[in-house]
């Protein structure tokens, strides 16, 4: 792991929430709080990837480390979240939305179904893990949301409306939640990427070459963000320095959209 601005164990202590955390942004999310020393709750829907990131976390920064599998866009299931984390990590400090991400479609392709998984992983999961976790934060008089939008819900990238839906709803939670619990000490902002450098965009660089390539061509900086740009902005958003920022959302996007 590259070294960061902030220093290795300065968080510590603190407990955080990751949905999402099983792979990609989440997973890298997840190592770089580890980093800081945060004791981490992983939460996403695969048994197998989940165990095997905590035993690696484990090992390699001295965090208690526990993991949640289950469907985060059912209510029932993210109280079982919230329970398990309390008892096993303590108060949440830092809540991690970035369970998402799912179908990339021209919208009348769509099917109900498709919109649906859409909003249940990108729209629900925030909705019902912030609810969760943000009333022990108003009740502490502490805590951080950073949730995952979208770049593409400002520039219209294609094939990106219904998913747009979703993360739209996002953004609009961000704004609305920073201002309710702002007095409180509860930062609430989103972190919203352009095309980063997953197996997701792998895939369609190799299935769907000219759309792939329509997703990077709006990059200034001519390529993909790395897993670990998207991960340092969400750290920042994180750390108690960042308490004069809320109800953000921060383009973490090669330039792709500016203002
Ligand atoms: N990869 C990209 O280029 C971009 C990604 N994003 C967003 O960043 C976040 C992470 O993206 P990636 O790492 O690329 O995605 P990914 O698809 O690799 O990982 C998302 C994770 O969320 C989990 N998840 C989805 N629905 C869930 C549910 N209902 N309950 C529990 N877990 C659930 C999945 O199992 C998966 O492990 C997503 O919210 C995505 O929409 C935003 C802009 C660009
Ligand atoms: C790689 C996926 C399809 C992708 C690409 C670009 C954006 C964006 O610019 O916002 C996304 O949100 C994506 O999920």
């Known amino acids: 792991m590259r070294a960061h601005a902030w220093s290795k164990g300065c968080l510590q202590g603190q407990v ?10 989440g997973r890298t999310i997840s190592e770089q709080l580890a980093y800081t020393g945060v004791n981490l709750m992983l939460a996403d829907l695969s048994e197998e990837k989940l165990d095997k990131l905590r035993g690696e976390l484990t090992s390699e920064y001295g965090i208690d480390c526990a993991h949640f599998v289950g469907d985060l866009s059912n ?15 303590g108060p949440v400090d830092i809540l991690v939305n970035c369970a998402g991400g799912g179908v990339i479609l021209p919208f009348l392709e769509h099917t109900a179904e498709t919109l649906k998984q859409t909003v ?19 009740d ?8 995952l939008g979208a770049d593409s819900v400002r520039n219209g990238l294609p094939d990106h409306a219904g998913y747009n839906a979703a993360k739209g709803g996002v953004h609009g939670l961000t704004t609305g939640l920073a201002r309710e619990f702002a007095r409180y000490g509860v930062t609430v902002n ?28 709006v990059i200034p900086l001519g390529r993909a963000g790395e897993l670990d740009e998207i991960a340092s902005a969400v750290i920042y958003l994180a750390l108690p320095e960042a308490s004069f920022i809320t109800g953000q959302v921060l383009s973490v996007n090669g330039g792709s959209t500016m203002l």
Not at 140 to 147: A, E, P, T
Not at 195 to 214: D, M
């Open 120 to 138: 249940d992983r990108n729209l629900w999961t925030v909705i019902w893990c912030t609810r969760e976790f943000i009333p022990d934060m108003r």
């Open 140 to 147: 502490r008089k502490y805590g951080r949301v950073i949730n």
């Open 16 to 25: 955080a929430v990751v949905t999402g955390a099983a792979q990609g942004i």
């Open 190 to 217: 989103t972190v919203a990427p352009c095309a980063v450098a997953t197996p997701q965009l792998a895939h369609f660089l190799e299935s769907q070459p000219e759309l792939a390539q329509k997703f990077i061509d």
């Open 75 to 89: 209510e029932s299931t993210v109280k079982e979240l919230g329970h398990r984390a309390r008892a096993e990590l």
